[in-house]
Structure formats: C-alpha cells, structure tokens
C-alpha cells in the first residue's frame, strides 16, 4: 500500500492473511511492515497467517502508516523459519529499505554482493542484497529519484532473467513493485464507494472512512476485493508509487 | 537476556515495562528484540511502555528466546519518534546485530562512519553505526570470538570517553554489555528459588518454569528482583554472555 495520508491497512491485511493457508497455499509465514516517517514496524511469524496469534492481533490493532509491505510465504528455496520470512530490511544512506518477492531465481546466489549479506537462505534475501548492494556501489550518496527509479526497473529487469520476480521494495519514501508474473493494483480517492473482500465476509464503506483528499493504492498478486475495478500490470512493469498516486515504467 | 534454552522473558519485561513512565522516567519510547536463531522479532513503540496496548499485548504473548534486547528510553538527544526508539537493527557479516545505549555522548556525530549511517537523529544509533563501520573496516569477514569481543569492549572504551556508555550490543550469538556508569546482573540455574518483582507484584517460582540444566542470565541498569542478589558491574567493564554464561572483561 502507499497512501498520501496514515491508513489503516487492515482490511487488506485480512485479505491477504486468509490467503496464508487457508483460501491460499502460502502457508509457509508471513509479515508486514508499516512505516512511520523515516522509521518502521514489522512483524514476522514463520507460522501461517491463517492460524497465527500475531496475525490476529494485528488485525485488531489500527496501527496508520502511508506505505505498508506485507507477504505471505510458499517456501521453495530456503527452510520455514523466521530469518527467511519476508519482508527483509536493511539500511542504505541512512533509509530503512524493505523487499518482499514471488517467485524462484536460477542461480541468483552466484551474484557478488557487496555491503549486504543474507542473513537466511532464500533466493528472495540474495536478490536483495544484491541489489542494494548494486545501488551502494553506483551511489555513495543517494541519486536523485528519477535516476533512483530507472536504476531500480533495470535491476529488476535483470533479476527478472533469472527466473519469477514479483517483487514490491521501499526506501520509506517510494514503493516500487515489478510485476514478473502477475500484479495488480488499484487507487481509491474522492468519491469514495464500497468494497467487499473476496477472502472473508467484510464491506467497508470508505466514503465513511476517508476524507475528500485521500489517495489510497493497494498493489496485490491477486485483486483482494470482487466490486472494484483492479488493474492488471504486464510482465516486467515496474511501478513507482508516491503518496498513493501511480506510475508505471513500461520495459 | 541470555540463555541456554529459549526462554520466555515476559517477567523481566513486566518490570522494565512499568519503569517506562510509572515507576521510572523512561517515557519517551521502548523497545524489545527477541532473536530465534538467526532471525529475530522487534516490537517498537514511541509511546510509554507503561500506557503502550503494544507493551500489554507482549505481556500476554509468550516468545521464547535465547537472546532479548529491550530498552526503555528517556530522551535527550532526537525527538520521539520510531526511527529514534532503541534498539536498533542493522546487518553485518549475514548477522543481525542490534543495539540499545543508555546515555549521552559529546561530539559523537562528528565521528565518521562508513557503510553505516543512522536513519533517526539520536547519538546512540550514531555510535552504533561507528561501530559496526569500525568492525566492517577491520575485518571484511567475521574474526574469531576472542578476536571480536576484545576488539568490541575497546570500542566500547572509546566510545565511553564521549560520555556515559551504558549498551548491550548482540550479532545473535553472543551478547555483550558495557557498563559505562551502572549495570548489575543475575544469573540464574540449578537450583531454582523464587524471585519477586520489584516494580510491580508478581513472583515466580523458577523451580515450576525451567529444567535442571537452564542457565538464564539478565542483565538491567538496576536490579529487577527484591529477593535475588544482583551483581554490580564496574564503570568500564565488558560482560560478554553466551548461552547464559556470564564473562567480564575488566578495563
């Protein structure tokens, strides 16, 4: 999610929680993380979401953040346990970086890192690595974000290469996601409707819930609600998502 | 905390938590970090631990771990805020170190740092990236364990020359602490007694809670039990602690 005001993103999250072993296969944990300003929450289970006392509990507790990662995990590379549970963090130029992925990568773990290291042993953690370690190389010191951007979706491109890169990464300021397979998004601004989940029996009326200037974008593999109209991205979009408002970077 | 065994810290949190903001002035933030394995959980939060649902919901939740880090803060330098709440989290080696630091240090931030760099505006993220910049410069690849403490209790030195140097400091394996004006700790194993809290009414028999071969040591700035003996450490001295043993590194 990126948003251009704090929002609740739990609606979405319940969404996606079912998907976690129950109304999806991916069953092999989950995690979320919210930003605050230049600072993050996460939360990490290697339980399914479906079942896990944390899941639940954050589906009762209304933390606000203007950019949310979040992902369910089906383990192929890499045991169940929570140093590979995704999102994995680190910081560049003093940034707390966050990355999530779907998908297998053939070989990734050939690439030469540089600053950054996996602390598990998934594919999706190398990838990461790498390519922070790829930004820190070319930039010792942050470019500006047009160049950021283009750098990003031609590291995607080339992660893509290799294999399935469905990814969504964050610095805290932009979010940018890369459909390597399948991704859709969708924006809710003024005038605001109602929305009705396809995982579980919930409606929300954001005309209640919003107000006239919010802008509100929700990246998922798959669309989470059945009476809005999501958008399907084509393999190897790249998506730059500031304040909820939408870009895409064709490849 | 360290321990042979993972083990549930929920009675030492009970105390530490009411020192943030009721029976302490540590108001300004708290935090804790639970490693499991190579991975860890952190749960942050800006407001007193003390009021904080976050806080009470951990009291109910019971993470088992074998190295926890938490901190209560009370403001001097950077604002209340996420990004400047203890601990901190950063990646060296494929290691997840984190860090908490009671204290101010002088002229801290004009130190330079190298691949490192703080996201919030404290002087304790700044002295905890100098040194992992500091370890990351002397050695590309992790030292022996005599090697890395000795080099991390002189850092430790250093760095108490700014000021006042209370920290605990961990890379998930071992976890060190410097006493930079006060620390005592405990360490407790066969046979089991009881213990009370001093900040609020609770008492564990350890006798009903652990086997005959746990070895548990906690280390706080002051004594969290009324009826155990504390140990004070000396200004300057190292602790380095794994699986519950307890090693001092006089100055």
Known sequence: MSANVPTDIRFSFAALAKRGGETGPHADGWGITFYEGRG??????????ARSELAKLLRRYPIKSRIVVAHVRKANRGR???????????????????FAHNGQLKGVKRLTLGGFEPIGTTDSEHAFCW?????????????RPARLEAVIAELAREMSGLGVFNMLLTDSRTLYAHCGKRLCYLTRRAPFGTATLIDEDWRVDFAQETTQTDIVTVIATRALTRDETWTELSRGDTLVLTDGDVRVIGH
Chains 1, 2 share one sequence.
Do not use: I, Y
Request: proline share 14%.
């Open 131 to 143: 390519m922070l370690s790829q930004l820190q190389a070319r930039f010792p010191k942050p470019p």
């Open 40 to 49: 993050c929450r996460a939360f990490h289970d290697p339980e399914p979401s």
């Open 80 to 98: 169940v346990s929570l140093e590979n549970t995704h999102p994995f963090s680190r910081e560049l130029w003093g940034r707390r970086w966050t």
